[in-house]
C-alpha cells in the first residue's frame, strides 16, 4: 500500500539557471543508463541515455556524466525554464540481462521559479 | 516515433470489480512490455514484464492471478486487475521497447481508483 510521510528530493531554481540533478545508482554490472522526466499525471518521458563506454553525452540542452568508479549519475539542464519543472527519474539496466529490466531510482523533483 | 498509448488514463470503479487496461504501441512492434505501479512521490515499481504470445514474468512480491497480463499481438499488452479493493488504487504505467538495446518508452498512466 502507499507510504505516509515520503518526500522526493526537491531542486529549486531560478529560470535561466543551469541545473544538475544527482544519481546513484546500485548495479556494477549496469551499463545503460536512462534519465527521463516525469510531469504531474503523466508517464515518464525519455529525455536522454548514456552507455558505460562513455563518460559524457550531451542532447538539446540536456548533458549526462556517468562516473562508473563511485556510480553516479548525473544530469545538467542548461538555462532552466519552467516547462522543466517535473519529476526526474535516472534508470539502469544491463544490457543482454533478464529482458533489460530498468531499475528506477528516487526521483528528484526540479521546480522552476520564473 | 516510439509513441505508447495507454486507455483508459482514469477509471472508478467499485470494490470487487474487475477492471481492464490497455497498452498500445501506435508506431512500432515490441515483443515485450513492461508493467508498473507507482504511489503518489514514489518511484516506478516494475509488477511483470509482458511477452508476447508468452506468459508474463511478474515481480517477486506481485500476485498473478490478482493482475492478470496478456500480450497477444505485438503492439497491444493488456492488464486485468481482478476483484479490486482500494488498496489497489494506484496509477499504473506501461512501457514498450522498440528494439532491445533502445530505451523504454511509456506510455501516459492510468490513474486507479477503487471505492
Known amino acids: 500500500g502507499e507510504s505516509v510521510g515520503l518526500h522526493l528530493p526537491t531542486l529549486s531554481v531560478q529560470e535561466g539557471d543551469n541545473s544538475i540533478i544527482n544519481c546513484a545508482y546500485s548495479n556494477s554490472a549496469s551499463d545503460y543508463f536512462i534519465w527521463y522526466k516525469q510531469e504531474s499525471g503523466k508517464g515518464p518521458q525519455f529525455i536522454i541515455d548514456?552507455?558505460?563506454?562513455?563518460d559524457k553525452r550531451q542532447g538539446q540542452r540536456v548533458t549526462v556524466l556517468l562516473n562508473k568508479t563511485v556510480k553516479h549519475l548525473s544530469l545538467q539542464i542548461a538555462a532552466t525554464q519552467p516547462g522543466d519543472s517535473a519529476v526526474y527519474f535516472c534508470?539502469?539496466?544491463?544490457?543482454?540481462?533478464?529482458?533489460?529490466?530498468?531499475?528506477f531510482g528516487k526521483g528528484t523533483l526540479l521546480t522552476v521559479n520564473p | 516515433g516510439a509513441v505508447v498509448s495507454q486507455h483508459p488514463s482514469w477509471v472508478i470503479c467499485k470494490s470487487g470489480t474487475s477492471v481492464k487496461i490497455e497498452c498500445r504501441s501506435l508506431?512500432?512492434?515490441?515483443?515485450?512490455m513492461f508493467w508498473y505501479r507507482q504511489f503518489p512521490k514514489q518511484s516506478l515499481m516494475l509488477m511483470a514484464t509482458s511477452n508476447e504470445g508468452s506468459k508474463a514474468t511478474y515481480e517477486q512480491g506481485v500476485e498473478k492471478d490478482k493482475f492478470l497480463i496478456n500480450h497477444a499481438s505485438l503492439t497491444l499488452s493488456t492488464l486485468t486487475v481482478t476483484s479490486a479493493h482500494p488498496e489497489d488504487s494506484s496509477f499504473y504505467i506501461c512501457?514498450?521497447?522498440?528494439?532491445?538495446?533502445?530505451?523504454?518508452?511509456f506510455g501516459d498512466g492510468t490513474r486507479l481508483s477503487i471505492l
Open positions: 534508470a539502469d539496466t544491463r544490457l543482454g540481462g533478464s529482458n533489460y529490466k530498468l531499475t
Open positions: 512501457s514498450a521497447r522498440p528494439r532491445l538495446n533502445q530505451p523504454q518508452h
Open positions: 508506431d512500432f512492434q515490441a515483443t515485450t
Open positions: 548514456i552507455r558505460s563506454n562513455m
